[in-house]
Structure formats: structure tokens, C-alpha cells
């Protein structure tokens, strides 16, 4: 509940995750006579949680590092249209499909760090911005790395890549769809010609740096998922790997410069401005969870709520739904420690639809999702003006998407 309600209490929400985290474990060990049993189930799932989290790093700071070399603005410089409706399908195309590659956290940040140039009208501004965050959280949905829980579900061996995007790509895309159609005929014109101007900045970057880093980072994201199907070694090894690469690129680009002039396009820089309060609060979710898990009680949840459903499809939907109000991150972490591999395997219908579901439930509240909580920082946007204005496109989104996968999989 601490974690639901951050933004009235005040209180981080990775501090309340961590107490939280700690004193489950405390709690088992103190109400368990064999204190090496927790222990060991302590630090096997240590083990896996230090895989998610050094796997989201090495994310982060490669997204921090394209950043730092303003590699965004090769994004920016593709957006020339002046007609609104055109840049609102524009606008929500490019962050559906760069959502699915960075994350929709990175994502969303970067593409209303862009509306800003483009749309001075503040009221347009907020419904450009309500549709971006569908648009990533729809995008997140259906590839491996786009979203948190798609990246704990293929961590944790209940989903593989290239299953995922066939299975999810049409699905999202209609959740995106229809609100982007509905929203469509709210805008007609143009731009102010003004507006649409690029403004001159002073880049940090060369044009060949910025392709350099751009091009090479989103290499090394796509390349994951390869390295795990080549080599059977869990994604973070793919990821270390990925930054390394980065690494050597970026001394090797800079090499010949002042230290004042590399200094902040360095590794070293984008560490320090990575959003760490984000690992620790998923390092406090996790280990709550698995304390969860190894006392049982997550599997007698999951019997009662097989037996209050009686369905794995309306499970998964008010899985969804929940995500809007509970952060979906512990949502997924509590399901995979319900449900086993031996109940559902690898790449079933239940475990691709939960992806699904919990990526884009949370676009019905703007405290849903990580995108949502950008994007209200960003533009700040009221909580009852998204609930009036977009919580009901992105419930009629979720409802059509959950439509198409249910008959594909009929």
C-alpha cells in the first residue's frame, strides 16, 4: 500500500520496498527452527535477483550513453511533418517500435523531452503525451527487453524472445490502434511553422559519434536475445557484453580529447546518472516476493485464485487490471512464484498473456506504470484529467488487444 500510494505519503516508494524486502526475510527466520534452510533459499534467490538487476544497469547506462552523445536528435531529425494528426501517428509509431528496443520507461522521457519542441499548445501537449505512454507500454509488451516484466519473464525461463514478439506484436499494435483512431479525430491543422523549426543546440557530439553510439547501442540490445539463443548463457551475460562493447567504443572515440571534454560522455558519467532508487526498489519487490515464495504462500494464493476465477484467461485480466493500481512489477514476480514451470512451461498461452496484460493494464492509471509516472513528472499531468481523457481509450485498447491474442490462440 506504501508503494500504491508514493506520490499522497510522500515517502519513495524504494525505501518502503526495501523494509519491506528485509523484514519478510526476518520474519521467516525467526518462525523457522532451521535457519541454514532460509539461508540457502535466501541466497538462491539472491542469485537470480542479481541477475535482473545487473541486467537493467547495463541497460540503463547504455540508454544513458546514446544520451550523453545526443544520439536521440537522429530520432528528431526524421519528424518533418507539419499537419497534427500526421505527427500524432508519427509521434506514436516511433515510440511503440523504439519502446520495444530501449524500454518504456527510457522511451517515453525521450519522446515528450521531443513533444516539447514540436507542439507548444500545453492542452495538445497532454493528450500527445496520455497516447506516448500507451504507445509505450503497448511497445514494451511484446519484445523481451521492452518492458521489466517481459525481461523478469524471460530471466525466469517462462518466456523466449522470438515467441513473444509473434505472439504479442499483433495484439499490442492493436492496443495501441484503437485509441490512437479514436484520439485521431481530435486533431485537425497544422503546426505553428515556428514550432516545427529545429532549434540549434549545442551538441556534445559529432554527427559521426552520435550515429556511432546510436547505431552500436541499439546493436547491442538487439543483439541479447541472440547471444542467448547462440550461446544458452543467461541474457545479463549478452548485456555485460553489450556494455563492454560500449565501453571500448566510446575510449576509443574519445581518446584523443581534453578529460574535461570526455569526462561526462564516458561510462563513468552515465553510472552516476543512472536512476539507481529503481534498482533498489525492484531489489526490496524481489526479495519481499521470493520470501512469499518460499514459505508457500504464494502457491495457496494461487489455488484460491484459480478457484475464485475458474479460468486462466480471467486470472490473467485481473492481473491487468490490478497493475493499474500495484505496480506490475511485484505482479509478476508474485506469478511466477505462484505458478511453476511444471504447471505452465516455457512459452504458454498463460505466461505470454500475463506479459501482455500486466505491460498494458498499467496505461489505465497514470500511476500504473514507470511511463505513466514519467510522463506526469514531465507534463505535469493531473491524475483525474488522465483518468477522464485517457483511461477509458486505454481500457477499450487493453480490452481489443486481449480480444485478438484470445482468438489467435482459440
Known amino acids: 500500500m506504501a508503494i500504491a500510494f508514493e506520490q499522497p505519503i510522500k515517502l519513495n516508494k524504494a525505501a518502503s520496498a526495501l523494509i519491506t524486502g528485509v523484514l519478510c526475510w526476518v520474519v521467516y527466520i525467526f518462525f523457522n527452527t532451521d535457519k541454514d ?10 542469485g537470480e535477483i542479481s541477475s535482473i538487476l545487473f541486467f537493467l544497469l547495463c541497460a540503463m547506462v547504455i540508454v544513458e550513453l546514446i544520451d550523453a552523445h545526443d544520439g536521440f536528435e537522429i530520432i528528431s531529425e526524421q519528424i518533418i511533418t507539419t499537419k497534427i494528426r500526421n505527427l500524432l501517428w508519427m509521434v506514436c509509431g516511433i515510440t511503440f ?6 524500454d518504456n520507461l527510457t522511451t517515453t522521457i525521450v519522446m515528450i523531452s521531443l513533444l ?3 507542439v507548444d499548445d500545453s492542452k495538445k501537449r497532454l493528450l500527445f503525451a496520455g497516447m506516448i505512454v500507451i504507445a509505450a ?3 514494451g509488451a511484446w519484445s523481451p527487453i521492452g518492458d521489466v516484466t517481459t525481461t523478469m519473464l524471460w530471466i525466469g525461463g517462462q518466456i523466449s524472445p522470438f515467441k513473444i514478439i509473434s505472439s504479442l506484436f499483433l495484439p499490442s499494435l492493436v492496443c495501441l490502434l484503437i485509441p490512437l483512431i479514436v484520439v485521431s479525430f481530435r486533431f485537425k491543422g497544422a503546426l505553428n511553422s515556428k514550432v516545427i523549426q529545429n532549434e540549434k543546440q549545442n551538441l556534445s557530439s559529432t554527427p559521426i559519434e552520435r550515429n556511432v553510439v546510436f547505431f552500436t547501442g541499439l546493436g547491442c540490445l538487439i543483439f541479447v536475445p541472440i547471444f542467448k539463443t547462440i550461446t544458452h548463457l543467461p541474457p545479463v551475460m549478452g548485456i555485460l557484453l553489450g556494455l563492454g562493447v560500449m565501453w571500448v567504443i566510446t575510449e576509443i572515440i574519445h581518446h584523443e580529447k581534453d578529460t574535461a571534454d570526455k569526462d561526462h560522455l564516458s561510462v563513468a ?3 552516476s546518472k543512472i536512476d539507481a532508487s529503481s534498482i533498489l526498489f525492484f531489489l526490496g519487490i524481489l526479495l519481499a516476493i521470493s520470501a512469499l515464495e518460499s514459505t508457500g504462500i504464494l502457491q495457496s494464493m494461487a489455488i484460491s485464485l484459480s478457484k475464485i476465477t475458474g479460468s486462466d484467461t480471467l486470472t490473467v485480466m485481473l492481473l491487468g487490471v490490478m497493475s493499474a493500481v500495484i505496480d506490475n512489477v511485484p505482479l509478476i514476480a508474485a506469478a511466477q512464484g505462484m505458478y511453476g514451470l511444471e504447471q505452465f512451461p516455457t512459452d504458454h498461452y498463460f505466461w505470454k498473456f500475463l506479459a501482455y496484460s500486466t505491460g498494458v493494464g498499467g496505461s489505465t492509471l497514470i500511476i500504473g506504470s514507470a511511463a505513466g509516472v514519467a510522463a506526469m513528472g514531465l507534463e505535469k499531468i493531473d491524475f483525474l484529467w488522465y483518468l477522464k481523457n485517457i483511461s477509458i481509450l486505454a481500457l477499450l485498447g ?7 491474442y484470445i482468438i489467435m490462440n482459440l
Open 137 to 139: 507500454n503497448a511497445g
Open 269 to 271: 558519467a552515465a553510472l
Open 398 to 404: 487493453f480490452f481489443a488487444g486481449a480480444g485478438v
Open 116 to 118: 516539447r519542441k514540436l
Open 37 to 46: 534452510i532460509v539461508n540457502e533459499q535466501l541466497l538462491h534467490h539472491l
Open 97 to 102: 517500435f523504439l519502446s520495444a528496443i530501449l
